[in-house]
Nanobody
Framework: QVQLVESGGGLVQAGGSLRLSCKASGIMFSINNMGWYRQAPGKQRDLVAS???????DYVDSVKGRFTISRDNAKNTVYLQMNSLKPEDTAVYYC???????????WGQGTQVTVSS
């Protein structure tokens, strides 16, 4: 049974930091590409950051220089370090795992991040 469990969300003031974690089970974590998406109220769900099995990273322009995605294969966990948070970063953040060799993604349940001005 595949599970992606996010944690670390919460309420923070603008300029603050949060670190999201996503613990995976039931998948071959080390060979799967991982990602973080977010969805604000009334908006579509968008990719924020991704990391390949080899450790290559990519970010949406709006978070470059502020967010860092990383992974610990020994712990089956992917992280999203978010610094200099802005009110527009407020959203539900979802962890994804792309099954190796396919375009299929597993999704976590999401964690709420709220940034107050």
């Amino acid at each position: 049974q595949v599970q992606l469990v996010e944690s670390g969300g919460g309420l923070v003031q603008a300029g603050g930091s949060l670190r999201l974690s996503c613990k995976a089970s039931g998948i071959m974590f080390s060979i799967n590409n991982m990602g973080w998406y977010r969805q604000a109220p009334g908006k579509q769900r968008d990719l924020v950051a991704s990391i390949t099995s080899g450790g290559s990273t990519d970010y949406v322009d709006s978070v470059k220089g502020r967010f860092t995605i990383s992974r610990d294969n020994a712990k089956n966990t992917v992280y999203l370090q978010m610094n200099s948070l802005k009110p527009e970063d407020t959203a539900v953040y979802y962890c994804t795992s792309q099954r190796w060799g396919t375009s299929f993604k597993y999704w976590g349940q999401g964690t709420q991040v709220t940034v107050s001005s």
